[in-house]
Nanobody, 117 residues
């Protein structure tokens, strides 16, 4: 099983980034997918999630209206479009997969997003 995040980097406030998470080794379409982030000295927090069947989405209040999560079951990938980035969005962003029963959970290694002027 692998979850490989990419797309992180350094961006100025107000800028945009698109994170990608490529999945392999499990039946991607059957898993709910999420993006989490962890800033230095803080706990890991949920940013956005998308369900396996209905593709319903959920967002942290701090990113609503700025971030969009999407998935492509044909490509076994989940994405996070991040617009209007703020300094406080700086964190390591992780991709997570969880099956419907919550028994199986997988994490990626993370990708660094730094918002700085």
């Amino acid at each position: 099983v692998q979850l490989v995040e990419s797309g992180g980097g350094l961006v100025q406030p107000g800028g945009s980034l698109r994170l990608s998470c490529a999945a392999s080794g499990f039946t991607f379409r059957r898993y709910d997918m999420s993006w989490y982030r962890q800033a230095p000295g803080k706990e890991r927090e949920l940013v956005a999630s998308i369900s396996s069947v209905s593709h319903s989405t959920n967002y942290a209040d701090s990113v609503k209206g700025r971030f969009t999560i999407s998935r492509d079951n044909g490509e076994n990938a989940v994405y996070l479009q991040m617009n209007s980035l703020k300094l406080e969005d700086t964190a390591v962003y992780y991709c997570k997969a969880r099956n419907s029963g919550g028994v199986m959970t997988y994490w990626g290694q993370g990708t660094q997003v730094t918002v700085s002027s």
